[in-house]
């Protein structure tokens, strides 16, 4: 059970970084959802996996729209956005990795899903 824990924690943290970003947002259904949709870990089935994978894609393409955002409004404004790309560059791609978890073995089997063809 720790280890399938460890294993979930990326997807976790992501759908955490999720929430506190529509919190800030002031987005509080989302934000709900993003701190609800972990709970559907505990199905044991391979849709799970699915919608989580989706979610986790869509949340990572909510990462780049804001980062293109707010890129725009430092540039209107002048101020540096370098810094600002990196962060939030690694952010949206931690947040599409994490769908990547469900490939190893011991979640494939947990949630009923084959390795492959």
């Keep these: 059970m720790t280890m399938v ?3 979930l924690l ?3 943290i992501s759908f955490v970084l999720l929430a506190a970003h529509f919190s800030r947002g ?3 259904p989302l934000m709900l959802l993003s701190l609800l949709f972990p709970l559907l ?3 044991r089935k391979p849709w799970v996996v699915t919608a989580v994978q ?3 894609v869509v949340g990572g393409l909510e990462w780049l729209r804001r980062t293109l955002e707010l890129v725009q409004q430092r540039q209107a404004a002048g101020d540096p ?3 600002l790309v990196v962060i939030l560059g690694v952010v949206a791609l931690f947040t599409m990795a994490s769908a990547l978890v469900f490939r190893w073995a011991a ?3 947990r949630y009923g ?3 492959g063809p």
């Design 26 to 28: 002031d987005n509080q």
């Design 113 to 115: 899903r084959s390795s």
């Design 107 to 109: 979640l494939q089997e």
């Design 54 to 56: 989706v979610a986790l």
């Design 5 to 7: 824990f460890m294993r």
């Design 81 to 83: 956005w370098t810094r």
């Design 41 to 43: 870990l505990l199905v």
């Design 10 to 12: 990326p997807v976790l």
